[in-house]
């Protein structure tokens, strides 16, 4: 009876350290994720007079008094933007100074008068949200404003069937603000629900991570599985 009792303090010992140690295992991997986004202190050039003009740049162009004129697009993967009136045009390897010429030059065909216009361009380096973790494909992809998180990681492939579906992280710097915010997402929740268009959004610059699940509930039946097993013997035993 007492070697019978002694097991059993042991057993239950023994399934204590199993879920602390899965608790644990979480933790250490979620301080290295918050280690490693910390120190990334990655550097984007901003826009300047020298920046040529690439696919995936944002253009925007708005001519003053002739707003049929005015353009809001992306350069397409050939290099060009499309202008009413003025059709295709090629833009790629072009500065904002080279592009406002070219379009003055255009829009003279149209315009007689004195060609005052605006030449915004936004590039998509830093337009990138960042998925790793127990996905398919871990990478960067671009989102030029918003996205929900479900199409972020239909984006990377989807999850993979060690991803913890009710822990995902998104980690985000706000503007202006040196320390890392982090909010968890159930997505479970909202697949169980069909509410996916409550789901949170992500932002250029945010990070998406999917831990990997800790499978408690099965190492804990297979851990009680032996027990049973082992309780058995000392009964075959002491009989």
Same mark, same amino acid.
């Given at each position: 009876?007492?070697?019978?009792?002694?097991?059993?303090?042991?057993?239950?010992?023994?399934?204590?350290?199993? @879920? #602390?140690?899965?608790?644990?295992?979480?933790?250490?991997?979620?301080?290295?994720?918050?280690?490693?986004?910390? *120190?990334?202190?990655?550097?984007?050039?901003?826009?300047?007079?020298?920046?040529?003009?690439?696919?995936?740049?944002?253009?925007?162009?708005?001519?003053?008094?002739?707003?049929?004129? +005015?353009? =809001?697009?992306?350069? =397409?993967?050939?290099?060009?933007?499309?202008?009413? @009136?003025?059709?295709?045009?090629?833009?790629?390897?072009?500065?904002?100074?080279?592009?406002?010429?070219?379009?003055?030059?255009?829009?003279?065909?149209?315009?007689?008068?004195?060609?005052?216009?605006?030449?915004?361009?936004?590039?998509?380096?830093?337009?990138?949200?960042?998925?790793?973790?127990?996905? =398919?494909?871990?990478? +960067?992809?671009?989102?030029?404003?918003?996205?929900?998180?479900?199409?972020? @990681?239909?984006?990377?492939?989807?999850?993979?069937?060690?991803?913890?579906?009710?822990?995902?992280?998104?980690?985000?710097?706000?503007?202006?603000?040196?320390?890392?915010?982090?909010?968890?997402?159930? @997505?479970?929740?909202?697949?169980?629900?069909?509410? #996916? *268009?409550?789901?949170?959004?992500?932002?250029?610059?945010?990070?998406?991570?999917?831990? *990997? *699940?800790? +499978?408690?509930?099965?190492?804990?039946?297979?851990?009680? !599985?032996?027990?049973?097993?082992?309780?058995?013997?000392? !009964?075959?035993?002491?009989?």
């Amino acid at each position: 009876m007492r070697i019978t009792t002694l097991f059993t303090l042991g057993a239950i010992a023994s399934l204590y350290l199993l @879920l #602390t140690g899965c608790i644990s295992s979480r933790n250490v991997q979620e301080q290295n994720v918050r280690q490693q986004l910390t *120190e990334d202190q990655t550097y984007v050039a901003p826009i300047d007079s020298t920046y040529e003009i690439r696919p995936g740049d944002q253009v925007e162009i708005l001519v003053w008094q002739q707003p049929n004129f +005015n353009t =809001s697009t992306t350069v =397409s993967g050939m290099g060009t933007i499309v202008m009413p @009136l003025l059709g295709e045009i090629q833009v790629v390897g072009m500065t904002r100074d080279e592009l406002k010429r070219k379009l003055r030059q255009e829009l003279s065909r149209y315009i007689k008068n004195d060609i005052n216009l605006t030449v915004s361009i936004r590039s998509t380096d830093n337009m990138m949200v960042s998925v790793f973790g127990m996905v =398919s494909e871990p990478d +960067n992809y671009p989102v030029v404003d918003k996205a929900s998180i479900l199409k972020v @990681l239909s984006m990377a492939g989807g999850p993979s069937e060690q991803a913890d579906l009710r822990n995902v992280k998104i980690y985000r710097r706000p503007s202006g603000n040196s320390n890392l915010q982090d909010v968890t997402i159930d @997505l479970t929740e909202f697949l169980d629900n069909g509410r #996916t *268009e409550a789901t949170a959004m992500v932002y250029p610059g945010d990070v998406v991570y999917v831990p *990997e *699940e800790q +499978n408690v509930i099965r190492e804990t039946s297979q851990f009680l !599985r032996d027990i049973v097993l082992l309780f058995g013997i000392f !009964r075959v035993v002491n009989n």
